[in-house]
Every structure is written in C-alpha cells, then in structure tokens.
C-alpha cells in the first residue's frame, strides 16, 4: 500500500507571498491532518479535514486555510508569507476513527521563507 | 491546555542495554496515546499505540500506559545504533471528538556502538 505523499518537498519563497502545500494520504483514510513542526515550537497542529469538512482547527492564525477533496486528498495555504512560517510541514493520514486513531505522516514540505 | 511533558535528553545507552523514555500527559481525558521515531531531516514514524492500562509490545518495543499517573513509556529492548532517534510521545482524545494529536518535544537517544 502506499504511504502519505506530499508535494512539493521543498519551497522557497519570499515574505507577502502566498503558497499551497498538496497532501495524498493512504488509500481508504478518509482523514488529513496538518501539523507544522519548528526547533522550537515542535509539532504543532493546525487543522484536521474529515470527508471533505474540517472537524478540528488549531491555534494558528486566519492565514492558514487548508480544504479536502471528495478523493481525500488535501491541500493547505499559507497567505502573506511570514519569516515565521518558516518550517516543516507535515501532513498526516488515518482513517479519522474506530477501529483505529493511528495516524501515518507524510515525508513533509520544507518551507523556507525570506 | 493540554500539554504532554518528555524529557529532552540526550539519553545516551550502550548498544545492547534497554532505553526508558517516558511522558506524562496534562488532560485526563486523553484516550488515545502513541510513540513516534523521528530520524533527523526525516519526518515521524508511527512505531506503537496503546489505548488500554498495561503493557504493549511489540518486537524489541513495549509501551506502558498507567491512565491514573497520566503517564506513558516506552522501552527498547536490546537497544540497536540504528534506534539513535528522536522520540515523540502524542496523545488523543478522539472520545470528545478531538482526534488531534498534541504531541510533547521529544527525547533524543543515542545508543552507543
């Protein structure tokens, strides 16, 4: 089976600018978590999309947005680019319910901001 | 806020010997709890979840949960180089409809050759 894919793996882009991150979980997971994880903050969550609706939502601010598509793959956004937002972006998949809660990352989206 | 506590090591052990790393939890609603592997540059690699009081084991891995101490360990067995890692403790209450995970910062191990 195949695991949690993830484009692009790397970004570079600049302050002011916007980016979208593409997440394609595990065949038959229903569930995309978001995570963001910094040295210093560590992994932090930022949304959780089940069937297309977004069930749970992090302490991050409005300029993260994230959807899923009615084939579970998923994609977030960051607008007006901080130097702050500098991070590793992970995206992880489960079937968002019994029987189990197991959740399966992503290689991430290193995202680099200047 | 929920807050899950590890100690960040370095936790250095002889190649062969066991590693204990454990991880206290803030919210006794908790229902879910998990060990994560991360390599550096790499992302996290789900390696045990333990829902019930007791112990889990799998391979060289066990993991212990005692809900009423609001703690969680982990133990390697036979420990290998290659187990040299960060290790994340997460946590979960998919019962109150949160299946989000809230993770603590991690402990590095080193197993020494």
């Known amino acids: 089976k195949a695991g949690v894919t993830q484009t692009p793996r790397y970004l570079i882009k600049t302050r002011g600018q916007q980016v979208t991150l593409s997440c394609s979980p595990i065949s038959g997971h229903r569930s995309v978590s978001w995570y963001q994880q910094t040295p210093g903050q560590g992994l932090q969550f930022l949304f959780e999309?089940?069937?297309?609706?977004?069930?749970n939502k992090g302490n991050f601010p409005g300029r993260f947005s994230g959807r899923q598509f009615s084939n579970s793959r998923s994609e977030m956004n960051v607008s007006t680019l901080e130097l702050g937002d500098s991070a590793l972006y992970l995206c992880?998949?489960?079937?968002?319910?019994?029987?189990?809660?197991?959740?399966?990352f992503g290689p991430g989206t290193r995202l680099t901001v200047t | 806020q929920k807050e899950v506590e590890q100690n960040s090591g370095p936790l250095s052990v002889p190649e062969g010997a066991i590693a204990s790393l454990n991880c206290t939890y803030s919210?006794?609603?908790?229902?879910?709890f998990f060990w994560y592997r991360q390599y550096s540059g790499k992302s996290p690699e789900l390696i045990m979840s333990?829902?019930?009081?007791g112990d889990k084991e799998d391979g060289r891995f066990t993991a212990q949960l005692n809900k009423a101490s609001q703690y969680v360990s982990l133990l390697i067995r036979d420990s290998q180089p290659s187990d040299s890692a960060t290790y994340l403790c997460?946590?979960?209450?998919?019962?109150?409809?949160?299946?989000?995970?809230?993770f603590g910062k991690g402990t590095k191990l080193s197993v020494i050759p």
């Open positions: 919210d006794r609603g908790s229902q879910s």
């Open positions: 333990i829902y019930s009081n």
């Open positions: 992880a998949s489960s079937l968002g319910g019994e029987p189990s809660y197991e959740q399966y």
């Open positions: 997460a946590v979960s209450d998919p019962g109150a409809g949160s299946y989000q995970l809230t």
């Open positions: 999309y089940f069937s297309e609706t977004q069930r």
